[in-house]
């Protein structure tokens, strides 16, 4: 897997500067919600599993400050779901995955199918 690209201090600074509110306050930029004192994470947009070109360096437009609590934990859970669905993608593709040469029976790739009637004919 390629690395992962983390923000830099300075694109750090500038994307805490964007959700920090005209009053001060920390606020989540997934939700709106203010988060204070309460812990954030600086979120890669893109997940950057799903990125092939790490060429470019991270700005502050690659990446949102998002509360742990409100934005961030279910971001993540959804992420890896995408990411796994990816990977699946990816190795059907290189057909790392072999056809099965025994097939469910009466299964779709089943030479025989079995009809309502239970009579089995052909595919
Ligand atoms: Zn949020």
Redesign the pocket.
């Known amino acids: 897997m390629a690395r992962r690209r983390e923000f830099s201090r300075k694109v750090r600074g500038e994307i805490i500067l964007r959700a920090t509110n005209e009053r001060g306050i920390l606020v989540?930029e997934?939700?709106g919600?203010v988060i204070g004192r309460k812990p954030f994470e600086v979120d890669h947009t893109v997940p950057e599993e799903l990125v092939t070109d790490k060429s470019k360096p991270l700005t502050a437009d690659d990446g949102k400050l998002?509360?742990t609590d409100?934005?961030h934990k279910p971001k993540t859970k959804n992420d890896i779901r995408t990411i796994r669905k990816s990977d699946r993608v990816r190795d059907r593709d290189r057909g790392a995955f072999k056809p099965t040469k025994r097939p469910l029976p009466f299964g779709k790739k089943s030479p025989f199918k079995r009809k309502i009637t239970g009579e089995v004919v052909p595919r």
């Open positions: 989540c997934g939700c919600l998002l509360g409100c934005c």
